[in-house]
């Protein structure tokens, strides 16, 4: 069952909040993944990125809007991938 | 007075139900939400993102991680992350598959408790809570899956028995 008032807004929404939305999660939960692989917590994190652990509960919402640098050092720390561009599936796909 | 609420159903989706409440002869605390943002208002894309957010947590679950830790207590009160304003939706997160959504608003003082309106969103919800918690204890309410079961009305300002 759908709510008839979020459902009107909702078929409203623009393509790009859509996308936003989708991809803070995507990249919250890849970073969550990652963690628990590693067996770390967020606050190792935190420790690690030199933030606050609020400031990493912050940005695991899905409504976060992570800059390239952060991500990049996210990446760094945890040693790991966490958005795979296009040119990254290409190189993949030429090594398959 | 005590005043008559009953807990009702809001939307449910793939993995989460998300409830409601409503006062007697009144329209439900979300829709009293979301009347003070109609569209084409300043927040238009605020509410988007939380319109957007429902739906995401509706398929991947109401996980602790993904919610605004809003009050100090000991308790199951959270709100829906906003992070370009200070914009409040608070919520009972009672398990990773039933959210309560309530009431709250643009937030212009440094805690809740200092503006009387967001204060009386986040205790309604820190009342209804408490009921919750007690009628489950008692087997008047029962948590199955993503459903609430049971006796769904309260009495605000009721004695706990």
Redesign the interface.
């Known amino acids: 069952?759908?709510?008839k008032?979020?459902e009107e807004?909702?078929n409203?929404?623009?393509k790009e909040?859509?996308v936003?939305?989708?991809q803070s999660?995507d990249i919250?939960?890849r970073i969550?993944e990652i963690l628990v692989a590693q067996g770390k917590e967020?606050k190792e994190l935190a420790v690690l990125l030199g933030k606050s652990e609020s400031e990493i509960?912050?940005w695991?919402?899905?409504?976060?809007?992570f800059t390239i640098k952060t991500l990049s050092k996210i990446e760094a720390i945890l040693g790991e991938k966490i958005i795979l561009t296009v040119k990254d599936k290409v190189e993949e796909k030429s090594f398959v | 007075m005590k005043s008559k609420i009953d807990i009702e159903i809001f939307e449910e989706c793939e993995k989460v139900n998300f409830y409601t409440l409503r006062f007697q002869d009144e329209e439900t605390e979300t829709d009293k939400f979301l009347d003070q943002f109609p569209e084409g208002c300043e927040n238009d894309e605020d509410i988007d993102i939380i319109i957007k957010w429902i739906d995401h947590i509706g398929q991947r679950g109401a996980l602790e991680r993904y919610f605004k830790p809003e009050s100090k207590r000991n308790d199951n009160i959270w709100a829906i992350p906003i992070e370009t304003v200070s914009l409040r939706l608070y919520v009972i997160r009672l398990s990773d598959n039933i959210v309560i959504l309530g009431n709250g608003g643009i937030k212009t003082t440094g805690t809740y408790n200092e503006d009387p309106f967001l204060n009386s969103c986040v205790e309604l919800l820190q009342e209804v809570d408490r009921y919750i918690k007690s009628r489950v204890q008692s087997r008047r309410i029962i948590i199955y899956q993503k459903q609430l079961l049971g006796d769904l009305t309260f009495h605000i300002g009721e004695k706990k028995k």
């Not at chain 1, 695991?60 to 809007?65: A, I, L, R, S």
């Open positions: 069952m759908k709510n008032r979020l807004r909702r409203k929404i623009s909040i859509d936003f939305v989708k999660f919250v939960d969550h967020q509960s912050k695991m919402t899905g409504t976060h809007n």
